[in-house]
């Protein structure tokens, strides 16, 4: 089980961290909108703009590596899994200025965890201990930051013509290592999603994995605009949806009988 630690001088009271998480759960709650438009924007946006042989080989690459991963790996990459999930906390930490103390990766205290000894697979646990990185983002950076594609749709632009197959298979593969990983850890055990709450961490999760989908697909088209586009249109769309909510709201009075409500409460 990977996990994060965030150190502070002062702990958050009791009362406080319970605040946050009902507050996180409003936020996810309000959020819905904004994800669904997102969510929805990148099928329209994909679909109207791509022609699907051009991601053949990255398909190749994610698809490949699913098949092995089910069939013949599996488990045999959890260390690497569990490594990766936590030197993104440690990225994301140093780049919100945190102060990285600790960053470890070893064999889990639990037998049972995820692992059948006798078959020569073993389970991995880890944690990242950081200062001044309690981020939201960091937190959850391991489950919508594919950590070694990043690097691959950097030079992606200056990959030689003839290597271009080649790298397009590479970032379906470390894209399928992203989305296995993320069927591996995100469990609701797991401290990360403790810690941000379930409602908030399935909306972050799924609007970052959408958005970083869409610009993964961009580059291997070699049209970074759509990226941009996709995000302009999502915009336009969620604020579309957050006005027929406030129209929907005022036609049936909703606001004024919550106000009554607390008025009634309250006196």
Not at 68 to 81: P, Q
Not at 244 to 264: C, D, R, T
């Amino acid at each position: 089980m990977a996990q994060l630690w965030i150190s502070a001088t002062h702990p958050a009271p009791v009362i406080m961290v319970g605040l946050i998480k009902f507050f996180k759960r409003i936020v996810a709650l309000l959020l819905i909108p904004l994800v669904l438009a997102f969510v929805l924007q990148a099928y329209f946006s994909v679909t109207a703009n791509v022609i699907w042989q051009d991601l053949t080989w990255m398909l190749v690459g994610l698809i490949g590596y699913f098949v092995l991963y089910v069939v013949l790996i599996g488990n045999s990459l959890r260390f690497f899994e569990v490594f990766e999930h936590e030197l993104n906390h440690t990225i994301t930490a140093m780049l919100s200025l945190g102060t990285v103390l600790r960053f470890r990766v070893f064999p889990a205290k639990d037998e049972n965890a995820l692992k059948r000894s006798e078959s020569g697979q073993y389970a991995f646990e880890g944690d990242t201990t950081a200062l001044g990185s309690g981020c939201f983002l960091v937190v959850l950076a391991p489950y919508f930051l594919p950590l070694f594609t990043i690097p691959l749709l950097v030079i992606r632009p200056l990959t030689p013509e003839l290597l271009v197959p080649v790298a397009n298979v590479a970032i379906g593969v470390t894209l399928g290592f992203h989305f296995a990983g993320l069927a591996n850890e995100f469990r609701t055990y797991q401290t990360d999603i403790k810690l941000e709450t379930l409602p908030f961490s399935v909306v972050i999760t799924l609007l970052f994995n959408v958005i970083i989908l869409v610009l993964v697909i961009s580059v291997v088209i070699d049209n970074v605009r759509l990226t941009f586009e996709y995000l302009r249109d999502a915009t336009a769309r969620s604020f579309d949806y957050y006005r027929f909510i406030a129209a929907w709201i005022a036609q049936f009075g909703i606001l004024a009988k919550l106000q009554e409500v607390v008025a009634l409460l309250s006196a």
